[in-house]
């Protein structure tokens, strides 16, 4: 069913500590729509003004852990990223106890009415193709969104399809779910390393490197660009050696002569010696300058992959309207 | 499940500010060096624009408070209490924090920014919420713990259960600290990704040693965390930028004690070509910095008349638009089954 919905009002978020009730009794649940890193994510309607919102609920467990890591990463980075429009706003932090005594925290998101797995996922039941002009300002945003979260010092380590929300009318596209996010530092510190979903993972991550940094959401973005030119996941592994092997089997096995290093990474083996194929095969139907960008956003050694404020500059994008996006 | 290592005594070790050279290891032992090796190398001008950026966020978290004029050290906002950094007791309290803090950092293997992150939340929160003589030394141990844990899940990939911190004397349950991490994040609404004067460390550690190396740049840098650990023991880690700490700190780990105003002006245009920094403020914290290490046998503690000079903050965390009754929340706080500590609430205010 469709509603009508308001263009959220941005407001600063607060921090409101009371019963579980009282943030109940502020919102009427509408729908569940989904879950995100730790919690139950809700449509509902804010009583007061009819606002539309997400709210995404956790509970925190009477355990060992106190506050989650997730959570509070969450919260703390999208206090810090929110005003960009490409960045899902955080309205509010509502914290509050439940009937049985627990502590509830609910984070009140602008609502969006869908994502870019849906998205895509629409196009490939109708058995169409995603127009290359929508696949370019979708990739537009995506691109200036990842560039001002790295510019404020934040890896997102899990940018995916589903983490990307979308407005089915306006086009706009935000990200969304940084509870595997991580503050970049430098020098580059150790981080955990089974973290980003499979699919978008980096070489790098998989073959074990636990110093990495921004170029791993490029990786991902890469990922996320092919799939929009084809509605099939490009590198659809099932465990991490079959993602390696189904990277090296369609991009080539690394060497190092193309990624100086990559023999001295913990999970480097002796692999298959496959040959790379054209970006053209794997990807069909991109003009030259889209296979130029893909490239750079796919090279193997980190260092050498494209900044996401590069990209914003490639000659992909000549033709989008940028003051509109 | 993280291992326990062996407690040294740390307080034989303990960070004053008249430790000698060796001390600037921070009783690790065994230098981090891969901590000062970049992967990916950064040309020059990136370095600038990475050095830029942590100048904005240090300052834009500065003005998000609305008592923007705090910023310049004009005075207070009012809803600040009066500083309490000249009174003895409450530095002493404050000092027995930070010496817990760092010794359970080198316990659990944390990272030196995991350590200054709580410090940092620890004189935020204070800043914020007063507590009275009484009361403060169980509620600084609390709120030790919970500064602590907080940082860690902020910044390491293990994090310890709750169970696992061990406050000096005090035997806090898991929902305590709990309850703690809660009110600690409530009061510096959750803003806890602070910008700290280890993050500027490798830019300028290479600008002073352009081409000594990895080994020369991480040698100095490992003298001016000591530096920096140093002053955060010493004073509120409010009382200057995280940007102005880690000049002055590399200034001293290089150039020792002696350094005019004057020459400390010609280094800084070395250290921050766009004058993101001021001058005056790196100064002051040098030579508070080096000061007190020449004064042999000198207190632990600054003498009062230099408190009050750096008492004034300069950065804090943003209002919470609806701060509870202060002793409510620690009453939420501290388990019910702690009657002793429950009679001390009335020391909270």
């Known amino acids: ?325 | 499940m993280m291992p326990v290592a062996a407690v040294d005594d740390w307080s034989e070790r303990g960070f004053s500010l008249t430790c000698e050279e060796d001390c600037a290891d921070l009783g690790n032992g065994v230098v981090d060096d891969d901590e000062f090796l970049p992967l990916y190398n950064a040309g020059e001008e990136e370095e600038e624009e990475y050095l830029e950026q942590l100048v904005f966020k240090e300052t834009s978290l500065c003005s998000s408070s609305d008592s923007a004029a705090d910023c310049d050290g004009d005075g207070e906002g009012d809803e600040e209490y009066p500083s309490l950094a000249s009174e003895e007791w409450f530095r002493q309290a404050r000092l027995a924090a930070v010496k817990w803090i760092l010794e359970t950092r080198g316990c659990f293997g944390f990272g030196h920014r995991t350590a200054y992150l709580a410090i940092a939340y620890f004189d935020s929160f204070l800043l914020r919420r007063r507590v009275d003589r009484e009361a403060m030394p169980w509620a600084a141990q609390l709120l030790s713990v919970a500064c602590v844990s907080v940082a860690a899940k902020m910044e390491e990939c293990q994090v310890p259960a709750l169970s696992e911190f061990h406050a000096g004397g005090y035997d806090f349950d898991s929902a305590s600290i709990r309850r703690m991490e809660l009110l600690v994040l409530s009061t510096l609404g959750w803003r806890m990704g602070a910008v700290t004067p280890l993050d500027f460390l490798p830019c300028f550690s290479s600008r002073v040693h352009p081409h000594g190396g990895a080994g020369a740049g991480g040698h100095v840098a490992h003298k001016a965390i000591g530096f920096i650990f140093a002053t955060a023991e010493a004073g509120s880690v409010l009382d200057h930028r995280p940007s102005t700490v880690a000049a002055a700190a590399i200034l001293a780990a290089t150039y020792g004690p002696l350094l005019t105003k004057e020459a400390l002006d010609s280094k800084m245009s070395y250290l921050s070509p766009s004058c993101l920094i001021e001058k005056e403020h790196v100064h002051a914290c040098y030579s508070m910095m080096v000061g007190d290490n020449n004064r042999r046998g000198s207190k632990r503690s600054l003498p009062c008349s230099v408190s009050n000079e750096i008492a004034t903050s300069t950065y804090h965390s943003v209002l919470v638009d609806d701060v509870t009754d202060t002793a409510a929340a620690f009453a939420t706080a501290v388990s019910a089954r702690n009657k002793r500590i429950r009679l001390e609430l009335t020391g909270i205010s």
Not at chain 1, 41 to 70: H, N, Q, S, W
Not at chain 1, 104 to 133: C, S, W
Not at chain 1, 153 to 165: A, E, F, M, W
Not at chain 1, 218 to 227: K, M
């Open chain 1, 1 to 325: 069913m469709a509603t009508i919905q308001n263009k959220p009002t941005p407001t600063a978020p607060s921090t409101t500590t009371g019963g579980g009730l009282r943030a109940m009794d502020l919102y009427e649940k509408l729908e569940k729509v989904g879950e995100g890193t730790y919690g139950k994510v809700y449509k509902a309607r804010e009583k007061a003004t009819g606002r539309i919102v997400a709210l995404k609920k956790t509970r925190l467990p009477e355990d060992d852990e106190g506050v989650p890591p997730t959570a509070l990463r969450e919260v703390s980075l999208l206090r810090m990223l929110s005003q960009d429009p490409h960045v899902v706003r955080l309205l509010d932090l509502k914290q509050g106890v439940n009937k049985e005594g627990q502590t509830i925290l609910y984070l009140v998101f602008e609502y969006m009415d869908t994502d870019l797995k849906k998205f895509i996922r629409g196009y490939r039941a109708n058995h169409e193709k995603i127009p290359a002009q929508t696949v370019k300002i979708l990739m537009y945003q995506l691109c200036k969104g990842v560039g001002f979260v790295h510019g404020r010092g934040v890896l997102h380590r899990d940018l995916k399809p589903h983490n990307l929300l979308m407005d089915r009318k306006t086009m706009a596209l935000k990200i969304a779910d940084l509870g595997l996010s991580r503050a970049i530092t430098v020098p580059v510190k150790k981080y955990t390393h089974e973290i980003l979903t499979l699919w978008y993972r980096a070489p790098e991550v998989l073959l074990g490197a636990t110093h990495y940094s921004t170029p791993v959401d490029i990786w991902s973005v890469g990922c996320i660009f092919a799939e929009l030119v084809t509605n099939q996941p490009l590198f659809p592994g099932d465990s991490e050696l079959q993602q390696l092997l189904h990277i090296f089997k369609l991009l080539g096995t690394p060497n190092e002569e193309m990624w100086p290093g990559v023999g001295k990474l913990p999970n480097w083996h002796v692999y298959p010696q496959w040959k790379p194929t054209k970006l053209s095969t794997l990807v069909p139907g991109l003009d030259s300058d889209g296979y130029d960008l893909l490239e750079k956003m796919l090279a193997y050694e980190p260092g050498k992959r494209v900044s996401a404020k590069k990209a914003l500059e490639h000659p992909y994008f000549n033709d989008v309207n940028k003051e509109v996006y």
